[in-house]
Every structure is written in structure tokens, then in C-alpha cells.
């Protein structure tokens, strides 16, 4: 079944503006990624956050987590066109063996 | 350039037909998985691999079939398709031991009719 659930599922920003999006999971986990997928492409690793960690930054994109709410949220500021694309939370448990559970995504779309 | 390959991009197959997805990556990682995304569905594990020999099920396993006999390869076998395995299918891989991000392929677009 679906780990987490992104929200919201669609989001339509001008460029320059920010982007946030949340992410909600359901089981004790090791880390959560961000990846981004561009129209009829693969995904792109982003970012990723571990469960003692609460808050991390890459370039314009900002992720923090809330493993007490079971909780995240990616934030790109100063969104360019070039950021529309598809965004996926991922969460990789904590039992071991590596594998991925990815919620339904967020749509961006930024406007120039 | 370093990465993970997949082999074809798109397919189209009749009912009941068989194919292989094959998928390589050339940075010596130990994990290898297959998933398939469908339209308001995110991405679902199929099958995933620890290391040459080694092979699990995932969330949605009927239906396919993997085998990994060198790190370097791990091919995804349809051994009856019906139209419910039309998806996008993606191979990933990762090093050993967790906490590190994917690397994925560019997909497989399967259409069976």
C-alpha cells in the first residue's frame, strides 16, 4: 500500500513565488527523499532527510520532518519555470533492507 | 556516463505474450528495484534485490518475475501479459546499506493490448 500521501496534489505558482508541498507517511522509517520528475522522464534524486534529523537545505529547496507527526515538507523558494515538474515524497524504513515506498506525487506547475 | 540503463523505452505486446525489461547500472550499487507508475498511483515496488542472487517480492509482485546474477544486471520478466501491466516500469538502484538516494532509470513505457 501507499507509505505516504503528498498534498496538495496540484499546485500552480508564479515564478519568483514559493513552493510548498507536504508529504505524510505511516510507518517508523530510516529517511525520507524528495525526488522530482520532469513530464515523460525519470526520477531525480532531491533531497533526503534522516529520522534524527529535522530540518535540511539544498540550494533553494528546504526539507524538514516531523517523525512525531509522521510529516514533511519540501519548500523550493523563488520557483523558476524550470521547477515545473512532478514531486515525489519516498520513505525507507527502518527493517533493514533498502526499498523505497513513495506517496502520489505533487504537480507544480510554475508560470513565468 | 554513469547510471542506470533501461532497455526498451517503449513496448507494445499482445495479450499472453512474454518480454523481458532489462535494466543495468554501471556504479556498482547492491540494490536494485523494479517499480511501476501508474496514473494517480505514485510509484509501486515490484520486485527488489540485495545483492547478486538475492531477490524479494515487493508490493505488487503477480505476474513478474526477476533473477540478479551479476550486480550489474537486473532484468524484469512479464511471463504472460495481460492489459492490467500497461505502465510505466522503472528500475532504480542504490548502494548498500541504506540512507542513500536512488539512482533511476528513464523508464519503460509497456502498452499490452
Known amino acids: ?28 522509517i530510516n529517511n525520507l527523499q524528495w525526488y522530482r520528475q520532469n513530464s515523460g522522464r525519470g ?17 533553494r529547496l528546504r526539507v524538514t520532518l516531523d517523525t ?24 525507507e524504513g527502518d527493517s533493514g533492507y533498502s526499498t523505497l515506498t513513495f506517496g502520489k506525487g505533487t504537480m507544480l506547475l510554475v508560470s513565468p | 556516463n554513469a547510471g542506470v540503463t533501461q532497455t526498451p523505452k517503449f513496448q507494445v505486446l499482445k495479450t499472453g505474450q512474454s518480454m523481458t525489461l532489462q535494466c543495468a547500472q554501471d556504479m556498482n550499487h547492491e540494490y536494485m528495484s523494479w517499480y511501476r507508475q501508474d496514473p494517480g498511483m505514485g510509484l509501486r515496488l515490484i520486485h527488489y534485490s540485495v545483492g547478486a542472487g538475492i531477490t524479494d517480492q515487493g508490493e505488487v509482485p503477480n505476474g513478474y518475475n526477476v533473477s540478479r546474477s551479476t550486480t550489474e544486471d537486473f532484468p524484469l520478466r512479464l511471463l504472460s501479459a495481460a ?18 538516494g536512488y539512482t533511476f532509470g528513464s523508464g519503460t513505457r509497456l502498452t499490452v493490448v
Open chain 2, 83 to 100: 492489459p492490467s501491466q500497461t505502465s510505466v516500469y522503472f528500475c532504480a538502484s542504490t548502494q548498500q546499506g541504506g540512507g542513500y
Open chain 1, 68 to 91: 512525531s507527526k509522521k510529516s514533511s515538507s519540501l519548500l523550493i523558494t523563488a520557483s523558476r519555470a524550470a521547477d515545473t515538474a512532478s514531486y515525489f515524497c519516498a520513505t
Open chain 1, 1 to 28: 500500500s501507499q507509505q505516504g500521501e503528498e498534498d496538495p496534489q496540484a499546485l500552480s505558482i508564479q515564478e519568483g513565488e514559493n513552493a510548498t508541498m507536504n508529504c505524510s507517511y505511516k510507518t517508523s
Open chain 1, 43 to 59: 526520477l531525480v534524486h532531491l533531497i533526503l532527510i534522516r529520522s534524527n534529523e529535522r530540518e535540511k537545505h539544498s540550494g
